[in-house]
């Protein structure tokens, strides 16, 4: 019910794009907050960006204007689209969903992909 798997992390140059994937259940993505995560070498995990059922999103201001989430229910899919990558943007993205609120943290979370990005 709450597998997440992510995709499309790589290496880029400063200044370009990726796109990351978050394969999600069709349960989990109809009725839970969704969002993305990162966690560079040697510091705390940040959140990058969420969404909730209707689409309304928030971002962190250190990728506002450049990141973009999405979500396609027909396919059970999150998404980041990353712009105008920094240097600083290097680490691990985690897709996260279903926050709860007893907890104050997210359920579920995927393993995580890599992006790096040189310059």
């Known amino acids: 019910q709450g597998q997440l798997v992510e995709s499309g992390g790589g290496s880029v140059q400063a200044g370009g794009s990726l796109k990351l994937s978050c394969t999600a259940s069709?349960?989990?993505?109809?009725?839970?907050?969704m969002a993305w995560y990162r966690q560079a070498p040697g510091k705390e995990r940040e959140l990058v960006s969420s969404?909730?059922?209707?689409?309304?999103?928030t971002y962190a201001d250190s990728v506002k204007g450049r990141f973009t989430i999405s979500r396609d229910t027909g396919k059970s899919t999150l998404y980041l689209q990353m712009n105008s990558l920094k240097i600083e943007g290097t680490a691990v993205y985690y897709c996260?969903?279903?926050?709860?609120?007893?907890?104050?943290?997210?359920?579920?979370w995927g393993k995580g992909t890599q992006v790096t990005v040189s310059s």
């Open positions: 969404t909730n059922r209707s689409g309304t999103a």
């Open positions: 996260a969903s279903c926050w709860s609120v007893s907890r104050r943290e997210y359920n579920y």
């Open positions: 069709a349960y989990s993505f109809s009725t839970c907050r």
